[in-house]
C-alpha cells in the first residue's frame, strides 16, 4: 500500500463481519458472486465485492460455464499480508479513520453532498474540497468509503458494476 486513503476500503471490510467473511472467503478460493451470495447472503456481496476491488484486495476472471450456460465473473483475494509505504499527516490521517469508522448516516450526508457536485459535473478533488472546506484527503476518502465512488487521477468517477 503506498497512499493512505487506501486505508479506508480495508478497515471498513474489516469493521463489517460481511464483508470480512467475503475476503476470508476468498482467501481460500475463487468464487462466483452467486456463491458468494449463498453463504454470506445477497444483500452485502454487491458492496463488499465494491469496497474489496477499490482496495485492490481482490483480482477477477471469467468462470468457464457449462455448456449452454453464461460466463460468470469470479473472484479471489490478492494478497494474505499487509505491508505500508507511505506518509501523512496527523490531520489526515484522522480525517481517513474518522471516515472509515464513523456511522452510515453520518456518511451519507457527506456523500449525497459530493454525489451531488459530481451530478453537475464537478469532478475535481480539489475544487470539491475547496467548496466544502475540507482537505483532499477527506474527498478521497469519502469516495473511497462509498462504494459506488472511486478517485481516479485528480477526479471522482461513478463506478459501474
Not at 1 to 19: G, R, S
Request: net charge neutral.
Amino acid at each position: 500500500m503506498n497512499d493512505p486513503v487506501e486505508l479506508v476500503p480495508l478497515f471498513v471490510v474489516f469493521n463489517n463481519t460481511h464483508y470480512k467473511k467475503i475476503l476470508e472467503l476468498l482467501d481460500k478460493n475463487w468464487m462466483t458472486r452467486t456463491e458468494l451470495c449463498d453463504v454470506v447472503g445477497t444483500e452485502y456481496v454487491r458492496d463488499g465485492l465494491l469496497l474489496l476491488r477499490k482496495g485492490n484486495l481482490i483480482e477477477e476472471k471469467w468462470r468457464m460455464p457449462e455448456p449452454g450456460k453464461k460466463p460468470e465473473k469470479e473472484y479471489k483475494a490478492n494478497y494474505c499480508k499487509f505491508r505500508a509505504n507511505f506518509q501523512c499527516n496527523f490531520s489526515d490521517l484522522g480525517d481517513l479513520l474518522s471516515i472509515a469508522f464513523t456511522n452510515q448516516d453520518d456518511l451519507r450526508m457527506k456523500g449525497d453532498s459530493v454525489e451531488a457536485e459530481i451530478s453537475r459535473g464537478n469532478t475535481s478533488i480539489s475544487d470539491i474540497a475547496r467548496k466544502f472546506g475540507v482537505s483532499p484527503m477527506f474527498i478521497k476518502g469519502i469516495a473511497k468509503r462509498i462504494p459506488h465512488l472511486d478517485v481516479k487521477g485528480q477526479g471522482l468517477v461513478v463506478l459501474d458494476e
